[in-house]
Nanobody, 120 residues
């Protein structure tokens, strides 16, 4: 099982920037597709960005060009650089690791979430 711990959330003004980090335990990180999800009050959790073990990325349309996902397999850490933040980016951001266990079943592990608030 992978354990995930997010950090880097906080309060920022519109147009500002933040960098979220997700530190993973265990030795499965490099084999996992990693993702950032977010959930705003009253809304469903949505995918923000994901990165495969090979480094391929995909982004939600709403963050394309503003957010950048990256990973450091040597440090078992994933990042989300968020620029030009908007009020509508306010949400709890969750780190996700998706991998296959030894029985080839897909496993999803989640962090506890970090709050990002964009407000003037």
């Amino acid at each position: 099982q992978v354990q995930l711990v997010e950090s880097g959330g906080g309060l920022v003004q519109p147009g500002g920037s933040l960098r979220l980090s997700c530190a993973a335990s265990g030795n499965i990180f490099s084999l996992s597709t990693m993702g950032w999800y977010r959930q705003a009050p009253g809304k469903e959790r949505e995918l923000v960005a994901a990165i495969t073990p090979g480094g391929s990325t995909n982004y939600a349309d709403s963050v394309m060009g503003r957010f950048t996902i990256s990973r450091d397999d040597a440090e078992n850490t994933m990042y989300l650089r968020m620029n030009s933040l908007k009020i509508e980016d306010t949400a709890v951001y969750y780190c996700n690791a998706r991998y296959l266990n030894k029985w080839r079943a897909t496993i999803d592990s989640w962090g506890q979430g970090t709050q990002v608030t964009v407000s003037s």
